[in-house]
T-cell receptor, first 112, second 115 residues
Framework: DAKTTQPPSMDCAEGRAANLPCNHSTISGNEYVYWYRQIHSQGPQYIIHGLKNNETNEMASLIITEDRKSSTLILPHATLRDTAVYYC?????????????FGKGTLLTVNP | EAQVTQNPRYLITVTGKKLTVTCSQN?????MSWYRQDPGLGLRQIYYSMNVEVTDKGDVPEGYKVSRKEKRNFPLILESPSPNQTSLYFC??????????????FGSGTRLTVV
């Protein structure tokens, strides 16, 4: 699986959009980008995933650059409850390798 | 409610005493996996299973065993626990179709202390 690079921490003001970047410059054509978050020591929560088109659901939007070397997770109106560690993962869609490796993620702190 | 259920939530045990952490999902997911989480090391995958009777090692399988005799259950077995297995453990499940893995649903975690 391609490695990802995320900033260790970010701050965001409550009510503003939070834009979390992820670099995956070695991504290959059949690798999906997944985003999860973990609030304190709770079980991580799936947010969204995509291959090459931008995706949106009730939680967030995922913007993937045209060359697919990076992506941005957007929380449109961050709240205090969005304070969490956010993980960006890329994973091949086929083959026999079903490992899913989490990195260190980005600690997003939403401030009042 | 769709969920992954782990038991127990908390466990303190002694070195060498065999234990099993249970994991059950009610979503008919093909894929299940175990992770451990330690400060500074993040989430590390222990074992995963693509379907009944099909399992494979993750990144840190030493000292652990798993089995997948039924689709809904994926217990984690520590035959001879040691203090370095003190950790927060998470079970997760997902659909697996045409080699595409869906988003994981995680359990609430099991905090294990081995003394």
């Amino acid at each position: 699986d391609a490695k990802t690079t995320q900033p260790p921490s970010m701050d965001c003001a409550e009510g503003r959009a939070a834009n979390l970047p992820c670099n995956h410059s070695t991504i290959s054509g059949n690798e999906y980008v997944y985003w999860y978050r973990q609030i304190h020591s709770q079980g991580p929560q799936y947010i969204i995933h995509g291959l090459k088109n931008n995706e949106t659901n009730e939680m967030a939007s995922l913007i993937i650059t045209e060359d697919r070397k990076s992506s941005t997770l957007i929380l449109p109106h961050a709240t205090l409850r969005d304070t969490a560690v956010y993980y960006c993962i890329v994973r091949v869609s086929g083959g026999s390798n079903y490992k899913l490796t989490f990195g260190k993620g980005t600690l997003l702190t939403v401030n009042p | 409610e769709a969920q992954v259920t782990q038991n127990p939530r908390y466990l303190i045990t002694v070195t060498g005493k065999k234990l099993t952490v249970t994991c059950s999902q009610n979503m008919n997911h093909e894929y299940m996996s175990w992770y451990r989480q330690d400060p500074g090391l993040g989430l590390r995958q222990i074992y995963y299973s693509m379907n009944v009777e099909v399992t494979d090692k993750g990144d840190v399988p030493e000292g652990y065993k798993v089995s997948r005799k039924e689709k809904r259950n994926f217990p984690l077995i520590l035959e001879s626990p040691s203090p370095n297995q003190t950790s927060l453990y998470f079970c997760a499940s997902s659909f697996l179709r045409d080699n595409l893995l869906g988003g994981y649903t995680f359990g609430s975690g099991t905090r294990l202390t081995v003394v």
